[in-house]
């Protein structure tokens, strides 16, 4: 049977940008973002070069360890196609030489890896009669795909902690476990997939970002981080991803990940997204998303850009670790302003550490989660059965519950302490950041749905704390920490504490730490107002 003829074809509209996404776990990447992560990688292949382009390097080999669509090896592609013509005239023979010698993949599911060879080879068979690629004798071509099966250890996967009770499944459903992270050395690995020694000069991919791993409600694990890690090991000339912004100064087991990152002065590129809607229409990640280019040959501080719906919002090159923090921060007008509070509380230069002290810290007066022992999910009595009942604070209101019942938190019962919710708000800005927090009476106490503050001895205190909380400043410096849509008693450790028998202003705090007219611009521009209704101070 005679092999179609080879033709480079517009697609309008593309194809790629009209496909849902299966999940917020596999997001689907758009032409746009591929293209702008694809320039980001040329122009610093042309510093490392002498200006030479990348798509006129016919030795130059690619690999997205995690495709899905097939975007970023379609583009890549159509890159090469165009740098190599002078190389290589021939149009169907270059294009036979990039999709054999150039760009490979390793696809999630067996779905994405049908979906991916029908884009970059148009056809679903890299060896069928509609292939543009000539000399491929597999189906698979350098797209692979075979079912992985996880490696359970008292009940979750060894390498991407996956829960057995979800992903212990029949061979009729995906299993989820991703070769590219399943396997100790992620080289051989390489090697026994494209059938020899293999190495490339450019990683590229946006991974899947979690698996479920039972926890309570819809926890998740993250599992992007083990596709950076595996990918460095391969020890690329580039790496390039797209990831959730939350590993800045949160999730679930990336504390090491962080640390690796943010000391990892082959940063060179770090470009965030506040909100996720920006780059993934339709999609809700929480704390945004990035992508950052690691260039292994090239030291030095990394060109953070931060962008919030089509406006750059801050630009300029630095270390993506401050002295004395374990988290990055996303804003630069954060550093400055967290440097200012620093001098003043500490009283040391803002030139050092830009620490808070714990003791200064409202985080000190913060309660962990499920401060009195009760779940999300625990709901009290409809009404007061007896006088050894007090309230607790529930989603939906008000509910009671014996006090024989109460494990914890005697100390914070006893008292007059401000409530706040443990979830705070999206990443659209100017935002809220948190929940709007309330008073909480003595003898009053709450489930895991909100944190509590303090205890304070009178109510002025607690209402003048609860104040604070509603100002702007306030809630920056717990932005600066945020890094999800959960606020933990960490996240308030760059908020100050005062004294709390005055009461506290936005004017009188910007005064205090003598914040600049940009800095308290910057602010206003980020936090929302926040006003509270009688039943909130009452």
Request: charged letters at 25%; one cysteine or more.
């Amino acid at each position: 049977m005679t092999q179609a003829p080879f033709q480079l074809q517009p697609h309008n509209p593309d194809v790629l940008m009209c496909i849902a996404n299966l999940s917020n776990d596999e997001v689907f990447t758009p032409p746009e973002l591929v293209n702008q992560m694809l320039d980001t990688l040329a122009d610093s292949w042309a510093v490392a070069n002498n200006g030479g382009s990348i798509w006129a390097d016919k030795e130059v080999t690619f690999l997205d360890p995690c495709t899905k669509s097939g975007v970023f090896l379609r583009e890549i592609t159509k890159r090469l196609t165009v740098g190599l013509e002078k190389q290589i005239p021939d149009l169907t023979e270059r294009v036979n030489h990039i999709l054999t010698k150039q760009v490979y993949g390793i696809a999630i599911t067996e779905l994405t890896s049908l979906l991916a060879r029908r884009s970059v080879y148009c056809s679903k068979y890299a060896n069928g009669i509609h292939s543009i690629a000539r000399k491929f004798k597999s189906e698979n071509g350098n797209i692979w795909f075979e079912r992985t099966e996880h490696k359970w250890v008292n009940g979750s996967c060894k390498h991407c902690g996956a829960s057995k009770v979800e992903y212990s499944r029949g061979k009729d459903l995906e299993s989820h476990a991703y070769k590219f992270i399943h396997e100790e050395n992620g080289k051989k690995a390489i090697e026994l997939l494209f059938g020899g020694k293999m190495h490339f000069d450019v990683v590229i991919g946006n991974p899947p970002y979690q698996l479920s791993d039972s926890g309570h409600g819809a926890s998740a694990r993250p599992i992007y981080h083990h596709f950076v890690t595996q990918a460095r090991k391969l020890d690329p000339r580039f790496l390039c991803f797209v990831i959730p912004s939350r590993w800045f100064a949160g999730g679930k087991g990336l504390d090491d990940f962080r640390d690796s990152m943010l000391r990892d002065t082959r940063i060179r590129v770090l470009e965030d997204f506040l909100d996720s809607s920006q780059i993934f229409p339709g999609t809700d990640i929480k704390g945004g998303v990035c992508y950052f280019l690691w260039d292994r040959d090239n030291h030095g501080p990394a060109r953070v850009t931060t962008n919030d719906r089509g406006r750059i919002i801050g630009s300029r090159d630095r270390p993506l670790l401050e002295s004395g923090l374990d988290i990055f921060m996303r804003f630069d007008t954060g550093i400055s302003v967290l440097k200012k509070v620093v001098a003043k509380e500490s009283r040391e230069s803002s030139g050092g550490s830009v620490v808070l002290p714990n003791a200064n810290a409202f985080s000190s007066i913060v309660s962990s989660r499920k401060p009195f022992g009760f779940q999300t999910d625990f709901r009290g009595a409809p009404t007061q059965t007896s006088r050894r009942c007090v309230p607790i604070h529930q989603i939906g209101g008000i509910g009671y519950v014996a006090e024989s019942e109460i494990r914890t938190g005697a100390d914070l019962m006893a008292g007059w302490k401000v409530f706040v919710g443990y979830a705070g708000s999206g990443d659209q800005y100017p935002s809220p950041v948190i929940s709007r927090p309330f008073l909480g009476r003595q003898g009053s106490i709450c489930t895991e749905t909100y944190l509590c503050v303090g205890p304070f001895r009178t109510k002025s205190e607690a209402s003048n704390a609860l104040d604070y909380l509603t100002t702007k400043f306030a809630r920056f410096m717990i932005l600066q920490r945020k890094a999800s849509q959960h606020i933990t008693k960490s996240v308030y450790g760059f908020v100050p504490l005062l004294d709390f028998t005055k009461s506290w202003t936005d004017s009188q705090l910007y005064e205090r730490y003598g914040l600049s007219p940009d800095e308290v611009q910057f602010i206003e521009e980020m936090v929302k107002p926040m006003e509270l209704d009688d039943a909130e101070i009452s």
